[in-house]
């Protein structure tokens, strides 16, 4: 079992930056591949971010490339997304979210295993990022 636990979050202006940080307990943080998801109201769990097991690969989704950074500190059992350039469409819940591996899966199409809702094993509480326009 892994415990999974998201902060960060909060209100920001437009233009502004925010870093979420979601702390991992409970198994060896580098079995698992890391994502971060986002879901605002009325619109289904969305794909932003994953780093693999060992920090070496990183993915987005198109509209947060160049904006959104993920990455990891596995000494702290610890995934961050700095987040800049924030515009009101970002404003959901985020979810960080673990999986184990490495997966035969993710051998045969690593975009589409890290960014697939039902792959992940584990899920935080989320925290929720409102961007004012």
């Known amino acids: 079992q892994v415990q999974l636990v998201e902060s960060g979050g909060g209100l920001v202006q437009a233009g502004g930056s925010l870093t979420l940080s979601c702390a991992a307990s409970?198994?060896?943080?580098?079995?698992?591949?890391m994502g971060w998801f986002r879901q605002a109201p009325g619109k289904e769990r969305e794909f932003v971010a994953a780093?693999?097991?060992?920090?070496?690969?990183?993915d987005y989704t198109d509209s947060v490339k160049g904006r959104f950074t993920i990455s990891r500190d596995n000494a702290k059992n610890t995934v961050y997304l700095q987040m800049s350039t924030l515009k009101p469409d970002d404003t959901a819940v985020y979810y960080c979210?673990?999986?184990?591996?490495?997966?035969?899966?993710?051998?045969?199409?690593?975009?589409?295993?890290?960014?697939?809702?039902?792959?992940?094993?584990?899920w935080g509480q989320g925290t929720q990022v409102t961007v004012s326009s």
């Open positions: 409970g198994r060896t943080f580098s079995n698992y591949a």
């Open positions: 979210a673990a999986v184990r591996g490495p997966d035969q899966r993710y051998f045969l199409n690593p975009y589409g295993f890290l960014s697939k809702v039902s792959n992940y094993d584990y």
């Open positions: 780093i693999t097991w060992t920090g070496s690969r990183t």
